[in-house]
T-cell receptor, first 113, second 111 residues
C-alpha cells in the first residue's frame, strides 16, 4: 500500500516556467489537498477536492491550478513560476472530514530562481 | 478571519522534562482539531479531537480540547530526543470543508 505519492521530490524552475506537481493516492479517498509550507511556517492550503470533478480554492490559490479527473490523482499546476512560489509542497488525502485523519505525501521541494 | 495560533513558537528542554504545547483558535463552524508531528518530511498524524474535556492519549503524548475557551494542549511527558520535531495544530471547519494550520511549535530536546 503506497499511500500518497508525490513526484518529483525536487525541482528547480526558472521564473516564468510552468510545471505540474503530481499526486496520487491508492486509498480510494474522496478528499485530497494541496498545501505549501514555507520555512518556519505552518501549512497553507492551496486547493482541495472533495471528489472527482470537484475542486475548490483554499487559503493561497493564486498562481496555481488543479484538476481532479479521477479519484486517485490530484495534480497541481504552476503556470508562470515566480520566486514567491519557492516552497515545499505537500499533497494529502483523507476519507472524509470530521472523523478522518489526513495522510500526507513526502513533499516536493520547489525552488524558483 | 479564521485563525489558529500556536505557542510557544519554539521550545528547548532537557530529556526527561514534561512539555505543554498550546493551540488556540478562532474559527466559524468548528468541526475538529488535529495535532501532527513533523520531523524532516511530511507531517504524521497524532490526535483528532472533537469533544471538549475528553483526553486522548498515546504513550507519553496526550491532548485535550476545550471548546468553550477555544484551545487545545498537547502534553509530552518524559521527553526523549526523538520527540524533537515541529508540532502542528490544525482546525477543520464545516464551512467549505477547510483546514487551517497553525505555524507550529518547534520542539528541541537536549540529551
Amino acid at each position: 500500500n503506497a499511500g500518497v505519492t508525490q513526484t518529483p521530490k525536487f525541482r528547480i524552475l526558472k521564473i516564468g516556467q510552468s510545471m505540474t506537481l503530481q499526486c496520487t493516492q491508492d486509498m480510494n479517498h474522496n478528499y485530497m489537498y494541496w498545501y505549501r509550507q514555507d520555512p518556519g511556517m505552518g501549512l497553507k492550503l492551496i486547493y482541495y477536492s472533495v471528489g472527482a470533478g470537484i475542486t475548490d480554492k483554499g487559503e493561497v490559490p493564486n498562481g496555481y491550478n488543479v484538476s481532479r479527473s479521477t479519484t486517485e490523482d490530484f495534480p497541481l499546476r504552476l503556470e508562470l513560476a515566480a520566486p514567491s512560489q519557492t516552497s515545499v509542497y505537500f499533497c494529502a488525502s483523507s476519507r472524509g472530514t470530521g472523523r478522518y485523519e489526513q495522510y500526507f505525501g513526502p513533499g516536493t521541494r520547489l525552488t524558483v530562481t | 478571519e479564521d485563525k489558529v495560533v500556536q505557542s510557544p513558537l519554539s521550545l528547548v528542554v532537557h530529556e526527561g522534562d514534561t512539555v505543554t504545547l498550546n493551540c488556540s483558535y478562532e474559527v466559524t463552524n468548528f468541526r475538529s482539531l488535529l495535532w501532527y508531528k513533523q520531523e524532516k518530511k511530511a507531517p504524521t498524524f497524532l490526535f483528532m479531537l472533537t469533544s471538549s474535556g475528553i483526553e486522548k492519549k498515546s504513550g507519553r503524548l496526550s491532548s485535550i480540547l476545550d471548546k468553550k475557551e477555544l484551545f487545545s494542549i498537547l502534553n509530552i511527558t518524559a521527553t526523549q530526543t526523538g520527540d524533537s520535531a515541529v508540532y502542528l495544530c490544525a482546525v477543520e471547519t464545516n464551512r467549505d470543508d477547510k483546514i487551517i494550520f497553525g505555524k507550529g511549535t518547534r520542539l528541541h530536546i537536549l540529551p
